[in-house]
């Protein structure tokens, strides 16, 4: 079992920054692909970035790249994402998720992103 708890997020104006933090416990973090995930209301959950279990493969979604970076700390057991300019389409709610396999096994409850314009 992965138990993930999600922090940072809230309401920020267009342009500017915010950090979503997700800390994982129960197996160890270091040897799991991890990603983050997002959902706008009455919109389907998107994938937004993903980082490889060794921290140096990322892939962004086409609409993030250039304005989001994913990181993670492997000894904090802990993911980042970094959010700049951010944009109103931006608003979603926003998921880490733990890949054992070769799908997305454990997620975060969810941290809501609201930007205004």
């Known amino acids: 079992q992965v138990q993930l708890v999600q922090s940072g997020g809230g309401l920020v104006q267009a342009g500017g920054s915010l950090r979503l933090s997700c800390e994982a416990s129960?197996?160890?973090?270091?040897?799991?692909?991890t990603g983050w995930f997002r959902q706008a209301p009455g919109k389907e959950r998107d994938f937004v970035a993903r980082?490889?279990?060794?921290?140096?493969?990322?892939v962004y979604a086409d609409s993030v790249k250039g304005r989001f970076t994913i990181s993670r700390d492997n000894a904090k057991n802990t993911v980042y994402l970094q959010m700049n300019s951010l944009k109103p389409e931006d608003t979603a709610v926003y998921y880490c998720?733990?890949?054992?396999?070769?799908?997305?096994?454990?997620w975060g409850q969810g941290t809501q992103v609201t930007v205004s314009s």
């Open positions: 129960g197996r160890t973090f270091s040897s799991y692909r």
């Open positions: 998720a733990v890949a054992i396999g070769s799908s997305y096994d454990y």
């Open positions: 980082i490889s279990r060794s921290h140096t493969n990322t």
